[in-house]
């Protein structure tokens, strides 16, 4: 502890390195967690398009998958940005809005979920 320096000063820089540190984590973890999602979306659209053509019915679930995957891209695109971006406004600015495109993603999956099944077994 130096003598000079105020305490609230010492504490504010070493949790401003700390949430930085946490930051980049979290923007890591939107890259990988998005960009697994697009791929699962991906799969499951590939299932859904064979039940569609065993059973002759068309759902509306592929659409949504689609969407899905789209925003999950979006998500992990803008995450990476963040990661590759030096300005700390831009950063922090680019993952809030890739952290809320998760979170909307990842309500949608639950929602497409609920609905696949509900068509499937409804038919």
Same mark, same amino acid.
Request: aromatic residues 0%.
């Given at each position: 502890m130096n003598p000079g320096v105020p305490i609230s000063t %010492? #504490? +504010?820089s070493s %949790? !401003?390195? %700390? &949430?930085? &540190?946490? =930051? =980049?984590d979290i923007c890591v973890h939107i890259f990988t967690a998005s960009a697994a999602m697009v791929g699962v979306c991906l799969t499951v659209i590939g299932i859904i398009r064979v039940v569609i053509s065993l059973r002759k019915s068309d759902l509306f679930a592929d659409d949504l998958l689609a969407i899905n995957a789209m925003i999950y891209l979006l998500s992990c695109l803008l995450s990476y940005w $963040?990661? &590759? +971006?030096?300005s700390v406004s831009r950063n922090h600015r680019l993952e &809030?809005? *890739?952290d809320t495109l998760f979170l909307v993603a990842l309500t949608l999956t639950a929602i497409? #979920? $609920?609905y696949i099944t509900w *068509?499937? !077994? $409804?038919s």
């Open positions: %010492e #504490c +504010t %949790e !401003s390195d %700390e &949430r930085k &540190r946490l =930051d =980049d $963040a990661l &590759r +971006t030096r &809030r809005v *890739a497409n #979920c $609920a *068509a499937i !077994s $409804a």
